[in-house]
């Protein structure tokens, strides 16, 4: 027996990385998961697909009652579908501010918000956003998702604060950078992408960028009926990012 048996866990962006791992854990413990993505076509069972566009009010509500309709209940939301944003305040229009916000902050507003009137009925009910350490460091070019995953953990204390009296517990995850086809799309940018990716490997203490399962590990402490003391919390996986200094490795070493 698992601590998530019999539970129902939504998603977001659940078809590829973080949120694909994260999806793949949650079933392996035993929970019943529905993967919120644009294109869920071909996720491995036994995950369950639905179509949803969280930057789409109509399309999240249709799709999570689609899944409490299905299962019965909804106990854990992940909200993890984000996307990235490569500049400084110079290099971005109006429309891409508007954009990444609407999908990074927004978005897991409107996905929790259809959810909680499933997860009132739950006896162990967990939301978990998946914030970054851009929201507590400053990343060189990274000036628009610095500053939606900031939000992102205002908005986690916000709605911890709100729901805690509601039996709702409201955490998020912090990772540093991690090895995703995300990521990948977001190098493809930079003029050497091979240079830019051994520039995020070294920026973590340990030498090397996150794994999705890794955060995975953490999203699930954080859903996990256990650990039902534990919420209005932010949980760093970052390889040390944010608290180790570090020297430079040099030959001596």
Known sequence: ???????????TGGASGIGLATARSLAERGATVAVL???PDGIPTPLEGFVADVSNRTSV???VAAVGERFGRIDIVVNNAGISAVGTVEDNDDAEWARVLDINVVGMARVSAAALPWLRKSPCAAI???????ALNG???RAIYGASKGAVLAL???MATDHVREGIRVNCVSPGTVATPFVDRMLAKFDDPVAERAALDARQATGRMVTPEEVAGAILYLASP???STTGTALEVDGGVHNLRVRPVTPAD
Do not use: H, K, W, Y
């Not at 027996?1 to 998603?11: H, I, Y």
């Not at 978990?128 to 851009?134: G, H, L, P, Y």
């Open 61 to 63: 509500q249709a799709a």
């Open 226 to 228: 256990l650990s039902a």
């Open 156 to 158: 986690t204390f916000a």
């Open 37 to 39: 993505d644009l294109a």
């Open 139 to 141: 990343l060189p070019q």
């Open 1 to 11: 027996m698992s601590e998530f048996d019999g539970l129902v866990a939504v998603v």
């Open 128 to 134: 978990v956003n998946v914030c970054s350490i851009a």
